[in-house]
């Protein structure tokens, strides 16, 4: 094993996150950062996932690294821009810039992938969801990429032949330890990845998945992600669905639709298919599996459907 290829990325995730979280700190509190430094928790910097991108653009493979590298630069423009609209319109610039560098994603990455690109730009929407509590994105990245570590050493899937010039356990194991080596602060809630760390995570996580079995281990280890995720955000989900969608009695189809579709680009996609309606839901199975979530429209004008009038309505937001 070439443990140069592993430990000098976690050392360097290690401490430049520490180093940058001090500096930009210091700048933040001066207000030179904008919409870097944000006042939750007294003082956070966003976008410290600027170090785990950084390191991953530069040790994944050759060609495989400039995805990262292109949904990583339309993420960081939309942590400097915030959540600005475009003119009149409900539409944000931080949307379309992930829109935009999500196409990008799948159209350089086809041809590399096939159609495991399109399923690996779409991870972005369930990674950036679970990135809305401290902690939350980098232990399902440590988790889902100890799981393919483990499903490629057990297979035997993944030799040298899949990369040229790499043991492509090793590419999973490199981002293990790169979100390991940035998680300490994370979960502590002293710092946010920003847009530009949970996409490029997402977007290397995905890769990983690729190398364990093509299109068909890419989707698997995709829904595994996403039920995940809505397992970890259940809780404050919950509470979301009660206070903002009156939402009451979710099933777990309703938690896994919000991490699968939830969030302003979903929103910006149902405005298009649905415009102002807002369809009910009344099919037993089709509640279970979580179409009442799939199917609420915040543009309709009914915003305030009422699914379940006896829950709470003081729960806690999203966040």
């Given at each position: 094993m070439n443990y140069e290829y592993i430990l000098i990325p976690f050392a360097v995730s290690f401490f430049f996150?520490?180093?940058?979280?001090?500096?930009?700190?210091?700048?933040?509190?001066?207000?030179?950062?904008?919409?870097?430094?944000?006042?939750?928790?007294?003082?956070?910097?966003?976008?410290?996932?600027?170090?785990?991108?950084?390191?991953?653009?530069?040790?994944?493979?050759?060609?495989?690294?400039?995805?990262?590298?292109?949904?990583?630069?339309?993420?960081?423009?939309?942590?400097?821009?915030?959540?600005?609209?475009?003119?009149?319109?409900?539409?944000?610039?931080?949307?379309?810039?992930?829109?935009?560098?999500?196409?990008?994603?799948?159209?350089?990455?086809?041809?590399?992938?096939?159609?495991?690109?399109?399923?690996?730009?779409?991870?972005?929407?369930?990674?950036?969801?679970?990135?809305?509590?401290?902690?939350?994105?980098?232990?399902?990245?440590?988790?889902?990429?100890?799981?393919?570590?483990?499903?490629?050493?057990?297979?035997?899937?993944?030799?040298?032949?899949?990369?040229?010039?790499?043991?492509?356990?090793?590419?999973?194991?490199?981002?293990?330890?790169?979100?390991?080596?940035?998680?300490?602060?994370?979960?502590?809630?002293?710092?946010m990845l920003g847009e530009i760390g949970n996409h490029s995570l997402a977007v290397a996580l995905g890769i990983c998945f690729y190398f364990t079995g093509g299109f068909w281990g890419t989707f698997a280890l995709f829904i595994v992600t996403t039920i995940l995720i809505a397992r970890v955000r259940k809780n404050n989900l919950r509470k979301f669905f009660a206070r903002k969608l009156n939402l009451g009695n979710p099933t777990f189809g309703d938690y896994f639709m919000d991490v699968l579709t939830g969030g302003g680009l979903g929103d910006f996609f149902r405005k298009l298919i649905f415009g102002k309606k807002q369809y009910s839901v009344k099919n037993r199975f089709l509640i279970v599996l979580g179409f009442r979530r799939l199917m609420y429209n915040p543009f309709a004008y009914r915003t305030q459907h009422i699914y379940n009038k006896y829950q709470a309505i003081n729960d806690l937001e999203r966040f």
């Open positions: 996150t520490i180093i940058l979280n001090i500096v930009f700190r210091l700048l933040g509190k001066k207000g030179y950062l904008g919409n870097l430094y944000t006042n939750v928790r007294g003082g956070t910097p966003r976008a410290l996932g600027i170090v785990p991108f950084i390191i991953l653009s530069f040790y994944f493979p050759t060609g495989f690294n400039d995805m990262i590298l292109i949904i990583g630069l339309f993420a960081f423009f939309d942590d400097l821009i915030g959540r600005r609209t475009i003119g009149k319109s409900s539409i944000e610039w931080g949307q379309l810039s992930r829109g935009i560098g999500m196409l990008a994603v799948m159209i350089f990455g086809f041809p590399i992938l096939g159609y495991s690109a399109i399923l690996i730009a779409l991870l972005v929407q369930p990674i950036n969801i679970s990135d809305m509590q401290p902690g939350s994105t980098s232990i399902v990245v440590i988790i889902m990429s100890s799981l393919v570590v483990l499903i490629m050493i057990l297979l035997n899937v993944g030799s040298i032949d899949t990369i040229p010039g790499y043991d492509a356990f090793l590419v999973p194991l490199l981002l293990l330890v790169v979100c390991i080596g940035y998680s300490p602060l994370d979960f502590a809630g002293k710092i």
